[in-house]
């Protein structure tokens, strides 16, 4: 894996984006019952993109779930920009999430109906800011040029494009990445990825990926892998 060109320690001197301490997480019940999350602590800070890596029901899903005020940890305290997310209750966290939070999913999730430009100026709306201007979003992922196209009109690499500008519609103060390359080709991941680490960088938003594709990390601040609800430094040579 080549270094990334920008790192990164846990320990960044600015008020972290993301500061998870000590989190466990059950699901199931009874005999069902598992810890998806086993005393997990991750600090992401403003301006820095973290890859999680790791095998398919390891525990990565529940983390993003937990970051992005999804579901509620049964012990342990998520921050976001230090907002300790356990103290809101569901709307006041729906509206938290609404406002601070960015979701980018594995297809880019767009409403087929609508072109690009429209895609953000309804997210905007939801987030009670109508006044959004879908063009230097779609022109800082390089998609102004399909401004008018609808998702079926682009490809999977662009409709990852637009996922993403809408993600940053509300300068969200942290962006949660669900396995954005997989259904794109390697060119497209690595152009994806980085527009990821461009924009962490240029927003100063930080980016929590869960990915699959190790052939993308390159392009990430800090990697760190997840085993059975663990998190631990991440070793090329583990790769699954």
Same mark, same amino acid.
């Given at each position: 894996m080549t270094t990334p060109t920008r790192t990164r320690t846990a320990a960044d001197t600015r008020t972290a984006a993301l500061d998870i301490r000590d989190v466990t997480l059950e699901r199931g019940d009874g005999d069902t019952r598992i810890r998806a999350l086993d005393n997990v602590s991750l600090t992401v800070a403003p301006g820095e993109i973290v890859a999680i890596v790791g095998p398919s029901g390891s525990g990565k899903s529940s983390l993003l779930a937990v970051a992005g005020a999804l579901t509620t940890a049964d012990s342990g305290t998520v921050q976001v920009n230090g907002t300790d997310l356990g103290r809101l209750g569901s709307n006041a966290a729906a509206r938290f999430r609404r406002d601070n939070i960015g979701f980018v999913f594995q297809s880019g999730n767009l409403i087929p =109906?609508?072109?690009?430009?429209?895609?953000?100026?309804?997210?905007?709306?939801?987030? @009670?800011?109508?006044?959004? !201007?879908? =063009?230097?979003?779609? !022109?800082?992922? *390089?998609?102004?040029? +399909? %401004?008018?196209? @609808?998702?079926?009109?682009?490809? *999977? *690499?662009? @409709?990852?494009?637009?996922?993403?500008?809408? %993600?940053?519609?509300?300068?969200?103060?942290?962006?949660? #990445?669900? $396995?954005?390359?997989?259904?794109?080709? @390697?060119?497209?991941?690595? $152009?994806? #990825?980085?527009?990821?680490? !461009?924009?962490?960088?240029?927003?100063? #938003? =930080?980016?929590?990926? #869960?990915?699959?594709?190790?052939?993308?990390? $390159?392009?990430?601040?800090?990697?760190? $892998?997840?085993?059975?609800?663990?998190?631990?430094?991440?070793? =090329?040579?583990? +790769?699954?």
């Open positions: =109906a609508l072109s690009a430009a429209d895609q953000l100026r309804l997210a905007g709306r939801i987030a @009670r800011n109508a006044s959004v !201007d879908p =063009a230097p979003l779609l !022109d800082a992922v *390089g998609m102004s040029h +399909r %401004a008018n196209h @609808r998702p079926g009109q682009l490809s *999977g *690499g662009e @409709r990852q494009r637009v996922g993403i500008a809408r %993600a940053l519609v509300n300068s969200p103060a942290l962006l949660l #990445v669900d $396995e954005p390359t997989a259904a794109l080709d @390697r060119a497209r991941s690595h $152009e994806v #990825v980085q527009l990821l680490a !461009d924009q962490a960088h240029r927003a100063d #938003v =930080a980016v929590v990926m #869960v990915t699959h594709d190790h052939d993308v990390l $390159e392009h990430c601040d800090r990697v760190l $892998e997840m085993v059975d609800g663990t998190l631990a430094p991440y070793s =090329a040579s583990s +790769r699954t």
